[in-house]
């Protein structure tokens, strides 16, 4: 059967938050900005015709993203005990960039841990255990290469930027154990709802990072933060396949994502 036949009548969901100024973000980055750099009628062409552009200053861990395997080092090493050092300019990174991500096409595993709980949004603050992941997983084996994402509903208050962020109190994501769960599976790449891939404790906001210190530097796993996954939640879809493309800014430490998923 021909790729796009078995593709006829699946249904691709938008797993990005949409980038305007304001948004929800980690405090730790630039934010996003964007603006008119020229408006219709600024200057008319002698046909009549008239083209409108922006300009856009952005942060590479600024909504829906990719952190590349340079984004966080230990002890000043990075993925395979390389010195950020020796790979790191004024122009970024020679090696472990974002552009070094290659594009994912394929299976996806979505771990629903709200629903473990009979929740739509797992508490602020809530850390997720091995335990949770183990459960959500339920019967759906996660094989090596796989991408697998962690649900917790925490994008139905993207509108709600404070607690979104979680400041005060905190937000729900994976802790050290439920980290090495999947580090141990060997996926390609995790990724879920909020601004880190973490368990983030009421009031303790980006202290330490641990999970990312597990995926990126001991795992050499790339993660996804801020999706917007209560469509896909709401679904009922566990495993499809999953479109992941990050723009190859050359030498950065993340770049903005729009993935998508594909279900039956």
């Not at 603006?35 to 009549?48: F, I, Q, S, T, Y």
């Not at 154990?177 to 879920?192: C, F, I, K, N």
Request: charged letters at 20%; one cysteine or more.
């Amino acid at each position: 059967m021909s790729l796009w036949k078995a593709l006829e009548g699946a249904r691709v969901l938008d797993l990005a938050q949409p980038m305007r100024k304001g948004m929800p973000q980690s405090p730790n980055h630039p934010p996003f900005r964007m603006a008119l750099e020229r408006r219709h009628g600024d200057m008319v062409r002698p046909d009549g015709g008239s083209a409108a552009n922006e300009i856009i200053v952005t942060g590479g861990h600024v909504g829906t993203h990719v952190d590349a395997l340079a984004h966080v080092s230990q002890e000043g090493l990075l993925y395979g005990g390389r010195p950020a050092s020796e790979v790191m300019s004024h122009e970024g990174f020679g090696a472990l960039g974002i552009d070094a991500f290659e594009p994912y096409v394929g299976r996806c595993v979505l771990l629903d841990v709200a629903a473990v709980h009979g929740v739509d949004t797992l508490p602020a603050g809530y850390e997720i255990t091995a335990d949770d992941l183990s459960r959500a997983a339920g019967d759906l084996e996660i094989r090596a290469g796989d991408a697998v994402l962690v649900g917790t509903g925490w994008s139905r208050l993207w509108s709600s930027a404070e607690e979104f962020v979680g400041r005060r109190g905190g937000v729900p994501g994976p802790g050290v154990e439920a980290a090495r769960w999947l580090a141990e599976r060997r996926p390609r790449v995790v990724g879920g709802e909020s601004i880190a891939f973490e368990h983030i404790a009421p009031g303790r906001g980006h202290a330490t990072l641990p999970v990312h210190r597990i995926m990126l530097v001991e795992s050499g796993i790339n993660i996804v933060e801020t999706m917007r996954l209560s469509e896909l939640l709401d679904s009922g879809a566990r495993e499809f396949v999953l479109v992941l493309n990050p723009l190859p800014v050359v030498g950065a430490t993340g770049a903005p994502v729009r993935p998508l998923a594909v279900i039956d």
